[in-house]
């Protein structure tokens, strides 16, 4: 190749590529993401980002199979997951004989869409997903656990107040029911989750143009405007007196739900009933969750899923009830860090930046390695550069001490730590420099 | 679709996919990887799986074409990425304004290479790579402080002893420049790199196939046969008396790596100077490395990389000189997961199963909670089942301990907490079980 025939380096839009910096912050969030689902013993799974199409497309259509990156290489139709739940289901069907259940699996990964890309959409991005499956059955108490899960995360994550929507699709399918408005409840409820997006006026409206009467439209509205603590709206479904057994079934669940959420220790102001909230059509089959910032609503559901009866139907005649949530990890990071809402417990990789005012930088080896052996990240700069250029270069890192060593420092067996935010600076033996930086840690 | 009429759920072959008690040893393996990476102040980088294809292949050609996954999507072409260094390439060409040099980053991904599937090769697999790149120079210092990046990540994987093999790339160079052999130098070099597994007599006898006369022929042999210690093996290559200026430059390298690996606190032990390692041909320029395990010599070098003069000429003017290396993974623990040898820390994500005797679970919650905020991984079986199979559950899924409540302990805020390897149990306050899961960490 000519070398002056240079090829401009560039990212496919669409795909988020980010600078060191902001990387730091970002693996930060996703670590913690991590360390909460394993404190609930989850197991981590890692499945390939290729599975055959026949696959992953075994239920999809529409929109899925329009933005899926699909090829064929030799024989094999193959595909980039677009969810990490139908790998999931492939892999609970594929492996049902050696797992053990309830499997309680966590998987953080890369997932793509082809979709047409816009501000803050991504063609790759992270989901942090978990899901629990019963071999058969489930518990509904699992259905309790997984607010303490979004909790503990969200407070893990330190983004403010957020509060955990919870709703029962049973209670919404048997009210339909009662009122026998079955088919068109699909319709009813994609209008119903538009409702702090267009306001129950226009609800109301297109309610009407269903075709609904009038009087039924006002119980679907008074049904949905319930107002009042969690316990007041399980009240108040009671005695709506809906004669349906689904209907029943369902303020049931939430109501045991609610008792649970309480026992696993989630405050009162974390979570809330919202019986407007409807999540998608034909997937959730009970309880369902959403997840807002209290400071940040124009966010939308942060961390949302539910309950489902059939994990693996495609794939395996076995049924597998289960229930998960999802983060949109790469959406939301860079919506918070559009906002300067990400927080930071350490921004640097690096503790320290040992360095040498003399020209021979060799007698920072063997201390950097002391450092490095107490469990401290130490780098050492080897350049030939001028006592400015090293500083600059720790501080562009947010590397928050510098290491000097000189000949007074070699002679003496001691190092001089320098805090580059305060700027104070101590002349140290090595173990107690060493010391000073673990318990900083 | 059809519920009788089932999809076989199954994995595209050549792609790992662990159970969960294996995916918890890999995954262990890979984060003592990043840790030690992170301990010498790497930079994670997380580049896109997919890139536009003039990007991956505007050095490429041969195998790297034909294994690679491509395909168009809209107007674009891209391709799933073949290794961590292109990509790198691209992002340091791309972001060079916005970074400090020396650029020192990690990446550990996963890679894509569609060849055809045999045992212990694979499709994706993860590599973990650390690179240092210079702003138009690189001091030779970087290339001593990479064998104490393996040396630190191979005691930490503890794999058994290791041995890592370092050589110049210059030294060999300059050698077949002083006999006249240039043009047969990558011919030459293949050979040699084969010594191992064909031995002496056929490399001579391939290289007398090539028309090198026999003395030239006994001068390689005996240069590449050298024995002795590291210094040993200096003093002989100062005493060849070879004029050539390349050759004294990669000698005078190679005696700066040895003396500082030892102040970078290596032990003679684990490196040694290898004259036969080439690694490939046209890449790197001056120091190369390999590592292997000494137990298992039959997997090859199990780390390996080296010194290249320009990163990124592909993709801009700037000279990027840079050093690095990867590890396998995938292959890696394919290989010793096979033999047996991947150590285990840590074999379950939850410390604790915490269950009840009795039919209600719930008071299990509370308990989990403080577990849990307290740092131990809780989980809490919830399904009503009797208790031998709840002991099989945590038996299966390698929890140390299980935590009973039952009446019992119940009514005196206990808890009974028992070691599932030793069969040993206690009633302990809550507290104080804590305290003893916190100690055994």
Redo the contacts between chains.
Sequence with gaps: ?E??N???????SG??????NE??L??QMKIKIEQSY???????????????S??LL??AGGETEKQI???T??D?D?S?RFDLTVPL???V???YE???F?F??YQIA?V?R?ERPQKGRF??FYQADIDII?DG???I??DA?IP?IIY?TFKELDFGEFTIRINNRKILNGLFKSLNLVALSADIMRTIDKIEKIGVDKVKEILLDFGIASNEVSKILNFISINGSNDEKLLFLKNLNIKDEMFEKGVLELESVVK?IR???VPESNFMIDLTIARGLDYYTGTIYETFLNDCPQLGSVCSGGRYDNL??????KPLPGVGISIGLTRLFYQLNELNLVKVGKSS??DI?ILSTMED??QC??V??EF?NA?I????Y???KKMKAKIK?AD??N?PFIGIIGEEEQKNKNITIKNLATGEQQVLSVQDAINLLKSLK
């Design positions: 190749m070398k002056d240079k090829i401009e380096p560039r990212t496919i795909f988020m590529e980010l600078l060191p990387q730091v970002f693996n394993e404190r609930f013993g989850f197991l981590p799974l890692d499945t390939p980002v290729l599975e055959l026949e696959i075994a239920k990156y699909r090829f290489k030799g094999t193959m980039m289901a492939k892999y069907a594929q492996n050696q797992l053990q309830p309680r699996r890369k793509y082809g063609r790759e019963g059955e489930l518990s108490l699992n656990e303490s503990t649970n026992l696993f220790g693996a139907e495609y794939y395996t005649d990789i690096a930046l930088v060799t080896f063997g950097a390695q490095r469990g990240n130490t780098e050492v080897m350049d030939n270069y562009k890192l590397i």
